[in-house]
């Protein structure tokens, strides 16, 4: 095979697969149905114009025939006023007639056939139209799901191959480790206000063992003091401004 044989081949291939590609269905049935429609419409043309044509014929047969038939009557005017000279034009001229009417009717038997054969191409043309045009619809229908289901299934492809779903994945990553950051944080806030009402009850209790010890301290080492007469309210006045000093302190620690 030649250098120039093979290019061109693959040429052919090339524009073969250009066109196949650029092919839209939809577009090539509809003008598939249309071109069927102008095929029709010159058929009907064809056969309106052979039937008129036979038509004519048959007029022509009529008309020859009615001329033969008058001449024919002619020739008998012509016996019967003794003009056998004329009478024998007029056969001659009847006789014409009648051939070109047989002639007619002859050609009339043809018109009839092929009449009759663009009739039946116009029906058998008529329910390939039909035909056509429910096919049409039908295939259109499936055409424009079978593109549709294509488109999604190229964005389907598009989301599982680029990063729009890594980033969805980043996010949840990231919402996960919020999510554990933030219950970390309210578990150590939990154990710190646990831990702060053990020092409060702690605390409380020294200063209550505290002011215990001191009011039992007070009682046993100063009673007689505590239980004087009163009258000595000084030194019962100076005893009790200082257990509200004391308890002024314990409570604002």
Known sequence: MG????????????????????????KILEQAV??????????????????????????QISQSQATAEEWYRRAQLA???????L??????????????????????????????KLKQNMVTLESKLSEARTKKDMYIARARSAKASQQLNEMLDRVGT?????????????????????????ELSSGDAIEKQFKVLESGGNVD?????????L??????????????????????????QLRAKLEES
């Open 34 to 59: 249309l071109d069927m429609q102008n095929d029709l419409i010159q058929v009907r043309q064809a056969v309106a114009q052979a039937i008129a044509t036979q038509k004519r014929t048959e007029r």
């Open 219 to 244: 009682i046993a080492g100063d009673a007689p003091s505590l239980t004087a007469s009163p009258s000595n309210p000084a030194k019962r006045s100076a005893i009790d401004d200082e257990l509200e």
């Open 87 to 116: 009478a024998r034009e007029a056969l001659a001229r009847r006789q014409s007639y009648q051939d070109t009417a047989n002639a007619l009717k002859s050609q009339i038997e043809q018109q009839s056939t092929v009449v009759g």
């Open 3 to 26: 250098l120039f044989d093979r290019i061109g081949r693959v040429v052919r291939a090339n524009l073969n697969s250009m066109v196949s590609q650029s092919e839209d269905p939809e």
């Open 79 to 85: 016996l019967q006023k003794n003009d056998e000279t």
């Open 209 to 217: 063992d505290e002011l215990a010890a001191l009011k039992a301290k």
């Open 162 to 186: 680029n990063n729009a779903m890594a980033a969805f994945d980043r996010m949840e990553e990231r919402v996960l480790q919020l999510e554990a950051q933030s219950e970390a944080i309210a």
